[in-house]
């Protein structure tokens, strides 16, 4: 016959035992419900083709800014959901399309076709306006968006907000130059 | 009267608390630590309640909704009754809070508070006051205006640059691909419950042990805290010089802590709320983003950084920085205590304050920012267009066309990023200032394919003429050398 203490004991270690599966069995719905922004899907997902306007409203040789609406967004995101971009019609159907972000902290740049530069307001970094880093903090230059021209219109892959760590069209932006 | 003692009576019948309380208010303290310098941990206590309070007014009226949240503030600033002075209580109340948070930290670390038996104390302080900077961080961003996107901007451009797994956790901070509404929500959740829930307990678990271990005595120069003997001496102390923390100590704290509330509501009434600012429309890019003051120091060590070392530092610094605070007393637990004795202790403290100071006012004016209105809004100098010809003139068009002025003060006024470029001349020859117009250099971008050989001419007989009266301009040693014979 095992004692009373041994019964209780084991009840406590079932008790235990019960508790550690069950918490572990909450957690995996409710880690994953947190993490569900990073998964490798809903980022992959994140980046479509989105037309940001006819091409008619990008003179050539000209730099100017275009805005579009997320692709992937709330009904409850108001305003948040434009995002602006800059359009660089170089000649014909060659384009450059850079994100407003600047490359060092995501500050919005402006372009100043004066003095053909993008400047920061934050920190005072400075692009040429091929989107080459020309002064600064900014390790890179401007992040560039896949484009495409189709049926008279300019379509972009965007949807998401570059930083260094997920570079929009990877491999297309300009290296830093000192003299472009 | 005598309802109100019945009734506290018929309670502690019931609850039995009223000896502890008695005892805990009667505990006594060392009679030097009674002092005005042992306020400021009850006086950011005191703040706190006042956040609490004003927080859950707020929160009956804010919407947190990244379409609905700027609209909210307005409300609150201009139709719901005190609204305003609400908003304001809140916002100053956070300020009043970081600054004695601060002080207290000082002051505890100064009269070496932080050795043995305290602690974990100030551990716990720590944890404390990275709750105290998330809330203030955290409520930056519930102030949804302009400041706040782009403040989630830096935030997120900082979380990119962390090797392998920045992008997943930009989407995690931002809770989706982009700032938006589920970031704001993101950051409501933080704000009301979780840090809140945090700062709660560890408020209690700091005032526990600040009970239990005592309030630190006085230091006195060449009185040594040892592990084998402080506790019996504090002890004695207590016991041979004790006086009653209520009213002996408390009625310092009780002061005190009426003065704060005193300064955050004559704040709050006569200077008013904090923003919004404008509208959190990202296509809107006329904007200026700063931080609140609680972290403008962040934001001027991010301009002048070398890039080079960029990532490490905003990556590892603040932990290790971090980590240093929390390790601290297990480093230097025992020895002296008065800051008499303890001049690195003086110097480090000297040194980050200092810092703190002069990266703040720096971050005010970020000279580093080009002025980007400086090329319309402010015409050269009379002085420099005096009696000057044709080229030097059109020299001047340029130099303000080509907003050379964003970066260049002529005249005390324009962008400080480059020299002011009243005596330029003195400093470069013509040759030299050709090449820095076209070539750029020295954090200057080259100007080479913006202008024309022409503009460039004149632009470089302009500088030339940029030199004090009484200062000629600096000449080419090789050319001006008398030909050989």
């Given at each position: 016959?095992?004692?009373?203490?041994?019964?209780?004991g084991?009840?406590?270690?079932l008790?235990?035992?019960?508790?550690a599966v069950?918490?572990?069995a909450?957690?995996?719905?409710?880690?994953?419900?947190?993490?569900?922004?990073?998964r490798?899907?809903?980022?992959?997902?994140?980046?479509?083709?989105?037309?940001?306007g006819?091409?008619?409203?990008?003179?050539e040789?000209?730099?100017?800014?275009?805005?579009?609406?997320?692709?992937?967004?709330?009904p409850?995101?108001?305003?948040?959901?434009?995002?602006?971009?800059?359009?660089?019609?170089?000649?014909?159907n060659?384009f450059?399309?850079?994100?407003?972000?600047?490359?060092?902290?995501?500050c919005?740049?402006?372009?100043?076709?004066?003095?053909?530069l993008?400047?920061c307001?934050c920190?005072?970094?400075?692009?040429?306006?091929?989107?080459?880093r020309a002064?600064?903090?900014?390790?890179?230059?401007?992040?560039?968006?896949?484009?495409?021209?189709e049926?008279?219109?300019?379509?972009?892959?965007?949807?998401?907000?570059?930083?260094?760590?997920?570079?929009?069209?990877?491999?297309?932006?300009?290296k830093?130059?000192?003299?472009? | 009267m005598?309802?109100i003692r019945?009734?506290l009576?018929?309670?502690?019948?019931?609850?039995?608390?009223?000896?502890?309380?008695?005892?805990?208010?009667?505990?006594?303290?060392?009679?030097?630590?009674?002092s005005?310098?042992?306020?400021?941990?009850?006086?950011?206590?005191?703040?706190?309640?006042?956040?609490i309070?004003?927080?859950i007014?707020?929160?009956?009226?804010?919407?947190?909704?990244?379409?609905?949240?700027?609209?909210?503030?307005?409300?609150?600033?201009?139709?719901?009754?005190?609204?305003?002075?609400?908003?304001?209580?809140?916002?100053?109340?956070?300020?009043?809070?970081?600054?004695?948070?601060?002080?207290?930290?000082i002051?505890?670390?100064?009269?070496?508070?932080?050795?043995?038996?305290?602690?974990l104390?100030?551990?716990?302080g720590?944890?404390?006051?990275?709750?105290?900077l998330?809330?203030?961080?955290?409520?930056?961003?519930?102030?949804?205006?302009?400041?706040?996107y782009?403040?989630?901007?830096?935030?997120?451009?900082?979380?990119?640059?962390?090797?392998?797994?920045?992008g997943?956790?930009?989407?995690?901070?931002?809770?989706?691909?982009i700032?938006a509404?589920?970031?704001l929500?993101?950051?409501?959740?933080?704000?009301?419950?979780?840090?809140p829930?945090?700062?709660?307990?560890?408020?209690?678990?700091?005032?526990?042990?600040?009970?239990?271990?005592?309030?630190?005595?006085?230091?006195?120069?060449g009185r040594?805290?040892?592990?084998?003997?402080?506790?019996?001496?504090y002890?004695?102390?207590?016991?041979?010089?004790?006086v009653?923390?209520?009213?002996?100590?408390?009625q310092?704290?009780?002061?005190?802590?009426?003065?704060?509330?005193?300064?955050?509501?004559?704040?709050?009434?006569?200077?008013?709320?904090f923003?919004?600012?404008?509208?959190?429309?990202?296509?809107?890019?006329?904007t200026?983003?700063?931080?609140?003051?609680?972290?403008?120091?962040?934001?001027s060590?991010?301009?002048?950084?070398?890039?080079?070392?960029?990532?490490?530092?905003?990556?590892?610094?603040?932990?290790l920085?971090l980590?240093?605070?929390?390790?601290l007393?297990l480093?230097?637990?025992?020895?002296?205590?008065?800051?008499?004795?303890?001049?690195?202790?003086?110097l480090a403290?000297?040194?980050?304050?200092?810092?703190w100071g002069?990266?703040?006012?720096l971050?005010?004016?970020s000279?580093?920012?080009?002025?980007?209105?400086?090329?319309?809004?402010?015409p050269?100098?009379?002085?420099?267009?005096?009696?000057k010809?044709?080229?030097?003139?059109?020299?001047a068009?340029?130099?303000?066309?080509?907003?050379?002025r964003?970066?260049?003060?002529l005249?005390?006024?324009?962008?400080?990023?480059?020299?002011?470029?009243?005596?330029?001349?003195?400093r470069?020859?013509?040759d030299?200032?050709?090449?820095?117009?076209?070539?750029?250099g020295?954090?200057?971008p080259?100007?080479g394919?913006?202008?024309?050989?022409?503009?460039?001419?004149?632009?470089?007989?302009?500088?030339?003429?940029?030199?004090?009266a009484?200062?000629?301009?600096?000449?080419?040693?090789?050319?001006?050398a008398?030909?050989?014979?």
């Amino acid at each position: 016959m095992t004692s009373p203490v041994t019964r209780r004991g084991l009840l406590l270690k079932l008790g235990i035992a019960l508790n550690a599966v069950a918490g572990l069995a909450l957690a995996v719905p409710i880690v994953g419900y947190l993490m569900s922004p990073a998964r490798r899907k809903s980022m992959r997902d994140a980046l479509t083709w989105i037309e940001i306007g006819e091409l008619s409203a990008f003179p050539e040789g000209q730099t100017r800014m275009a805005t579009f609406r997320n692709p992937s967004t709330r009904p409850w995101d108001g305003q948040t959901a434009d995002i602006p971009c800059w359009v660089r019609r170089t000649k014909g159907n060659e384009f450059q399309v850079f994100a407003v972000n600047c490359a060092h902290l995501g500050c919005p740049v402006r372009w100043f076709p004066q003095s053909n530069l993008f400047l920061c307001p934050c920190h005072g970094g400075a692009y040429y306006a091929d989107g080459a880093r020309a002064a600064g903090p900014p390790p890179r230059g401007l992040f560039r968006y896949d484009f495409k021209v189709e049926n008279g219109r300019l379509w972009i892959k965007g949807g998401m907000m570059p930083t260094l760590g997920n570079v929009i069209a990877a491999g297309r932006a300009p290296k830093g130059s000192p003299c472009a | 009267m005598r309802l109100i003692r019945s009734t506290l009576g018929w309670l502690d019948e019931r609850l039995g608390l009223g000896a502890a309380i008695r005892e805990t208010a009667a505990h006594p303290v060392p009679r030097r630590s009674a002092s005005w310098w042992y306020v400021f941990g009850s006086g950011a206590f005191t703040l706190f309640l006042i956040q609490i309070a004003t927080g859950i007014c707020l929160a009956l009226v804010y919407v947190p909704s990244a379409g609905e949240a700027f609209k909210s503030l307005q409300v609150l600033n201009f139709e719901q009754p005190l609204g305003w002075f609400l908003r304001a209580l809140h916002g100053w109340g956070s300020n009043f809070m970081v600054a004695l948070v601060l002080l207290h930290m000082i002051q505890v670390f100064l009269f070496g508070a932080f050795k043995f038996p305290r602690e974990l104390t100030w551990m716990v302080g720590v944890v404390l006051l990275v709750a105290t900077l998330g809330m203030a961080f955290t409520g930056q961003v519930l102030r949804f205006d302009q400041d706040a996107y782009w403040g989630l901007g830096i935030l997120s451009s900082i979380a990119g640059r962390v090797p392998v797994v920045g992008g997943q956790i930009v989407q995690i901070v931002l809770g989706g691909p982009i700032i938006a509404g589920e970031t704001l929500t993101r950051f409501f959740a933080l704000h009301v419950f979780v840090i809140p829930g945090l700062l709660i307990g560890m408020v209690g678990l700091h005032l526990l042990m600040v009970l239990k271990l005592g309030i630190n005595d006085y230091p006195m120069p060449g009185r040594l805290v040892n592990r084998d003997t402080y506790v019996a001496e504090y002890e004695e102390m207590v016991r041979k010089d004790g006086v009653p923390f209520v009213p002996v100590a408390f009625q310092k704290d009780l002061v005190f802590a009426g003065l704060m509330i005193g300064a955050v509501f004559f704040c709050a009434a006569v200077f008013g709320p904090f923003g919004p600012g404008g509208a959190p429309d990202p296509t809107i890019i006329q904007t200026v983003p700063r931080p609140d003051y609680f972290f403008l120091w962040i934001f001027s060590i991010a301009a002048l950084m070398p890039p080079g070392i960029e990532t490490f530092a905003l990556l590892v610094g603040p932990p290790l920085g971090l980590l240093f605070l929390f390790l601290l007393p297990l480093w230097a637990g025992v020895g002296e205590k008065s800051w008499r004795r303890r001049p690195v202790s003086v110097l480090a403290v000297a040194f980050a304050v200092l810092g703190w100071g002069v990266l703040t006012h720096l971050g005010c004016t970020s000279p580093w920012s080009p002025v980007m209105d400086a090329w319309s809004a402010m015409p050269v100098p009379a002085r420099d267009l005096e009696g000057k010809g044709a080229v030097v003139r059109q020299g001047a068009l340029v130099f303000q066309g080509k907003q050379c002025r964003s970066c260049h003060a002529l005249g005390d006024a324009g962008g400080r990023r480059g020299p002011a470029l009243d005596d330029v001349a003195t400093r470069l020859t013509k040759d030299q200032l050709f090449r820095q117009v076209l070539q750029g250099g020295g954090n200057m971008p080259a100007y080479g394919t913006n202008l024309s050989p022409a503009e460039t001419t004149a632009l470089v007989a302009f500088l030339e003429t940029l030199h004090p009266a009484n200062e000629p301009a600096a000449r080419d040693a090789s050319q001006a050398a008398p030909p050989v014979r």
